[in-house]
């Protein structure tokens, strides 16, 4: 059974940074594409950056220069580094595997305020 688990989130004032975690359990991460996600009240859940087991990255035109995803393969956890947060940054914010092995996070709340 895989597991992934989010840490790092909280409230953070508008400027801010958080850096956000998420850690797997079992053998597919270093084999796997991992992307953070996010879903505001009310809004569909959207891709906000992935990082394929090669390193190579993309990310949201809303965060492009802002946040950035690492990966750490010994470790099963794949990273993002929030900077410059914005108060339309608020929300959940979950990890997925894929695009073979899909699993979800149960997500980790990130609000900004102004």
């Known amino acids: 059974q895989v597991k992934l688990v989010e840490s790092g989130g909280g409230l953070v004032q508008a400027g801010g940074s958080l850096r956000l975690s998420c850690a797997a359990s079992?053998?597919?991460?270093?084999?796997?594409?991992m992307g953070w996600y996010r879903q505001a009240p009310g809004k569909q859940r959207d891709l906000v950056a992935s990082?394929?087991?090669?390193?190579?990255?993309n990310y949201a035109d809303s965060v492009k220069g802002r946040f950035t995803i690492s990966r750490d393969n010994d470790k099963n956890t794949v990273y993002l580094q929030m900077n410059s947060l914005k108060p339309e940054d608020t929300a959940v914010y979950y990890c997925?595997?894929?695009?073979?092995?899909?699993?979800w996070g149960q997500g980790t709340q990130v609000t900004v305020s102004s």
């Open positions: 997925k595997s894929g695009p073979v092995w899909v699993y």
């Open positions: 079992g053998s597919i991460f270093s084999i796997s594409t």
């Open positions: 990082i394929s087991r090669g390193g190579s990255t």
